[in-house]
């Protein structure tokens, strides 16, 4: 069945350092979404990438497409602490069916 | 506008009970899916609803089902409680076609 690997399940960095978490999926995907969900809290849409290769920027936060659309990464520069949280990515297959990647857990170091 | 609301927050059930969870919408969407979330894990997907008929669904057994009713408020009804059904029950509504999904703040059930 559909599946979604997400690296790295955790991640512990100090204040200021750059953080990276990738999704590959088994298929070629129509889209790809991500949600940041905070400790105790509810996933939080963070952006919807379409387009083969597509690159998008949220202030330190870069979101990228793969060329093949098998896979995706999540780049944060310079993190800070606010950025504490399970990073999640979500895919979307034909049939209406929505798989959440295992998501990484950040954690940030001041 | 309003974001997506569940109801109950908490609630704490006996194996072999029946349940059932209530989610509304935010304003203006029309589609809703529904999650479980066990501790440490992502959420995985129960179901989807579009326009009162469900048009997706995840693996899991017959004794979870749903509504969606014409306000678009929806209901996630599980059957015969197990101790492994303990998680959070996320909510999300989006419109059909549009990006991204609203989540609500999730009720936690604790089957015992």
């Known amino acids: 069945g559909q599946q979604v690997m997400q690296i790295p399940q955790y991640q512990h960095v100090q204040e200021g350092e750059d953080f990276t978490t990738y999704c590959n999926s088994s298929t070629t995907l129509s889209n790809i979404q991500w949600y940041k969900q905070r400790p105790g809290g509810h996933p939080v849409f963070l952006i919807q990438?379409?387009?083969?290769?597509e690159v998008k920027k949220q202030k330190r936060l870069t979101f990228q497409f793969g060329e093949a659309k098998k896979n995706s990464s999540l780049h944060i520069t310079a993190t800070q602490t606010t950025d504490v949280g399970t990073y999640f990515c979500?895919?979307?297959?034909?049939?209406?069916?929505?798989?959440f990647g295992e998501g990484t857990q950040l954690t940030v170091n001041p | 506008e309003t974001g997506v609301t569940q109801s109950p927050t908490h609630l704490i059930k006996t194996r072999g009970q029946q349940v059932t969870l209530r989610c509304s919408s935010q304003?203006?969407?029309?589609?809703v899916s529904w999650y479980q979330q066990a501790l440490g894990q992502g959420p995985q997907f129960i179901f989807q609803y579009y326009r009162e008929e469900e048009n997706g669904r995840g693996n899991f057994p017959p004794r979870f089902s749903g509504l969606q009713f014409p306000n678009y408020s929806s209901e996630l009804n599980v059957n015969a409680l197990e101790l492994d059904d303990s998680a959070l029950y996320l909510c999300a509504s989006s419109l059909m076609g549009s990006r991204g999904y609203t989540f609500g703040s999730g009720t936690r059930l604790t089957v015992v």
């Open positions: 304003s203006g969407h029309n589609t």
């Open positions: 979500l895919e979307e297959t034909s049939g209406s069916r929505l798989t």
């Open positions: 990438l379409v387009k083969s290769g």
